[in-house]
Each structure stands twice: as C-alpha cells, then as structure tokens.
C-alpha cells in the first residue's frame, strides 16, 4: 500500500478507486509498461513506469501523475519511506493472459499424433530425389535413411531402440527399406544433407501458408545444448585455473504467431548474432511461398536492411526501437518512429506476438529435448533440424483436427525476392 502519509488528492483518490474497480483488468505488458482500462471502459492506457508516462489526455495535457499512474501504484505496491525513497516490494500479482483452447480437437489430436506424424513424415519424404548410384551394393534410399533419423528423434530414443519403430513403418509400407542404427547415425552425420533438412523443415509448413491461416510471423533464437565443452586455463590471477565452457548451437526461426509452426529455421553456433540472420529467414519462407502481413522481432534486429526487407515483402515491421535510435537514415525507420510514437498501444499489441516464438522454442524442448545427443558437429546441426521438423508435423497433427486442412507437401509455389 502507498503510505497513508503521503499527500493524497482528488486524482489519487480516483487511482485507488480504479485499482480497486478494474485490478483484475490491468495487465503487465513488458518492461515498466502496464496497460490500465479507463474507468468508463472500452479504451485502455500504456503507463510507463520507469518514465512516469501515461498516454491518457490528463497526463500528455498537464504533465500531471494521472489516476492511471496511480492506479499502477496501488497495483505494484509502491511504499515511499520516510527518507523519501519508494520501495516496490513486488508481491502484486500480474495477471496473466489466458487463451482458450479447443479441446474437441486437441484432445484426439495429441491421441493420434504418433500415429499420423509417420503418415505425414512418409508423405513428406516422397518428395525428395534419390540420388543416381552407379557402382555398388543397393544403398538404403536416401528418403527411407531421413524418415529414419527424424523417427529416431522423433521417438527420443537411441538409434537401436528406435529400430522396432521403424522396422514397424516398413512393415505398414511408409518406407521401402529399414535402415540399421548405424546407417541412421551416419545419415545424420552427413553434412551435405543440411540443406535438404533445412527444406523439409521449410515444406512442412507451407500446407499452413497455403490455408492461409498464418499471416503474422516472428524471429528469434535460441541455444541448444552439446555434450562438448570448450576448456582452457586462466592465468589471469597469476595461477593457472581450469576452466570450462558448454558448447551450443543456436536455432533461428521464423515462425507463426498462431499455429505455432517453423516457417524458416537457420543453425549457426553459439557465436553466431541474430541480426544478420533475419533476411536469410524472412527469403527462406518468401521462396517458399509464405505470405506476411506482419513480422515482429526484439530490438536486437532493428536495422534499416532488416525493416526495408520486410516491407518489401508487403509486410509491416513491428521491431522496438533501441536506446540510441534516433528515428533516422531510411523511410523504413522513420515510419516506424512515427508510429512507435502517435500509436504505442497499438504498437506493442502487435509487437507483443513474438512472445509465441518463446512458447515455441518451449514446445520443441520440452517435447524433443534441449540437449543434442550427437557429438559430431555436422550432426548436431542435423539434429537440430530434425527437431523443428517433427515439431513442425505436431503442429500439422493439430492442424488436421482444428483448421480441417489436408496437407499436401511439395506443389508448386511462387517464389518472392527479399531485397533490402
């Protein structure tokens, strides 16, 4: 509680009135930023705790501490002491958005998932060219050898324990030829097959682009992690110390704020920046014939190249602006400053969907693990594309019972450019 010693007066008076009325109503947004309704209801305020900003008429009018503000204050629990300093002692509950979830479909979906997923798995292996052999024993066909390595992580299990499972899709005819555990691993092991991976990850999700029931994508990244470490000795306190680094892999992905799929999905290592990889991305789904209407992403990827990219796919940018930015150098960034500053609430209801990209890094991990088992570096990439690929075809498991689409892998597509 504010301290009943300060000063209180008629705006304070109608914060607590307003904390008290519409609590469960104010919401966190990022950062210092809350949003709080109006007492009369049916428009909101962004107020911004850290610059004691309110977008309300009252507050930009006089420059006064609103009821809104006040209303945050009661709502974090500021408490001024007596030295004059204020204390927020964060026991404020923040209320958390909740979205429903259509059970009807969800339900038999996670069911049937690991029945479809090899369906779809199969379906989409058909699609890819068994390259020409010229001498030597029959080869396991290359789509039998991806089918079974994307089983393998599908199912979680070791390369020999995963056997049963796709000697069991052999049987009901999804591949022509079992792979050994051994043929598995060197298939992933195999560099040269990196790009192929990267385009079945790209292919499973076009039957969503193509059901036109995702326009607003996101970028991010994330780390997973290796059974290697970095170690070295430190000298610089005069003694030499050992010390020891975990190594990682970082994924970046362009994925769909609704249905939760990886449009696009790039591997570098764990020194790799994010921002460089953003118009790789945003051209790896525009030539896969993903439409955007709107890509958000953190200030980590504001740049003018990266901003002029997506509205040259006739999509918005919805990218916060950094400390220093000043609003200038391209018509890309000047847009954006002046729509950051006459629509902010707007603006971040849109930004705010890139939260979904957390919540899919979340999904992939819990569900296939956030650690590689593979020790060569060729293969961990690999396996970091064969996650996203079986997370992909989830998605697709959900989609079938939810959206009523019947997905079709490898039609033709039109191809956009993404220039700067």
């Known amino acids: 509680m504010v301290n009943e010693a300060a000063k209180t007066d008629a705006r304070q008076e109608r914060g607590l009135a307003l904390y008290r009325a519409k609590k469960p109503a104010i919401r966190h947004i990022v950062g210092g930023k809350y949003l709080v309704p ?51 002692t964060e026991t404020a509950k923040v209320v958390r958005l909740t979205y429903k979830r259509d059970w009807r479909a969800y339900n038999p979906a996670q069911c049937e998932e690991g029945d479809v997923v090899p369906v779809l798995l199969a379906a989409l292996c058909a699609g890819i060219a068994e390259p020409p052999q010229a001498m030597g024993r029959p080869r396991v066909p290359l789509r039998d050898g991806i089918f079974a390595a994307a089983m393998k992580v599908y199912g979680l299990k070791s390369g020999r324990r995963s056997s049963s499972a ?59 992690a290796t059974t290697t470490y970095d170690r070295w000795f430190d000298y610089r306190y005069g003694t030499p110390e050992p010390r020891r680094r975990q190594r990682f892999l970082k994924c970046h992905a362009l994925v769909g704020t609704h ?14 920046a994010d921002s460089p990889e953003f118009i790789p991305l945003l051209g790896q789904a525009a030539a896969n014939g993903v439409e955007m209407q709107e890509v958000s992403a953190d200030k980590a990827y504001l740049s003018h190249d990266n901003l002029a990219a997506v509205e040259a796919l006739g999509a918005s940018p919805f990218i916060p602006l950094k400390s220093n930015s000043t609003g200038t150098g391209s018509p890309q960034m000047e847009r954006l400053t002046n729509y950051i500053s006459l629509y902010e609430e707007e603006f971040l209801a849109h930004y705010h969907r890139r939260s979904n990209v957390e919540t899919v890094f979340s999904m992939i991990k819990a569900k296939f693990d956030a650690s590689l088992r593979s020790k060569l570096p060729a293969a961990q990439v690999n396996e970091v594309l064969l996650k996203c690929l079986c997370h992909n075809l989830s998605c697709l498991v959900l989609a079938i019972r939810e959206l009523h689409i019947d997905p079709k892998f490898w039609a033709p597509k039109p191809v956009a450019q993404v220039t700067p």
């Open 38 to 88: 109006s007492a009369g209801g049916g428009k909101d305020y962004v107020v911004d705790v850290e610059e004691r900003r309110c977008t309300c008429p009252d507050h930009e009018d006089r420059a006064v501490r609103c009821k809104h503000m006040w209303a945050i204050s009661y709502f974090r629990e500021e408490v001024v002491t007596p030295d004059g300093t204020t204390v927020v």
């Open 259 to 272: 249905t939760h799929v990886v449009a696009a999905v790039r591997v570098t290592d764990m020194h790799g």
């Open 166 to 224: 796709i000697r069991a899709s052999e049987r009901d005819g999804l591949i022509g030829r079992a792979p050994s555990h051994v043929t598995v691993a060197r298939v992933i092991e195999r560099a040269d097959l990196t790009p192929l991976l990267t385009s079945l990850v790209n292919e499973s999700a076009t039957p969503l682009a193509r059901a036109e029931t995702e326009t607003q994508y996101a970028v991010d990244s994330t780390g997973f």
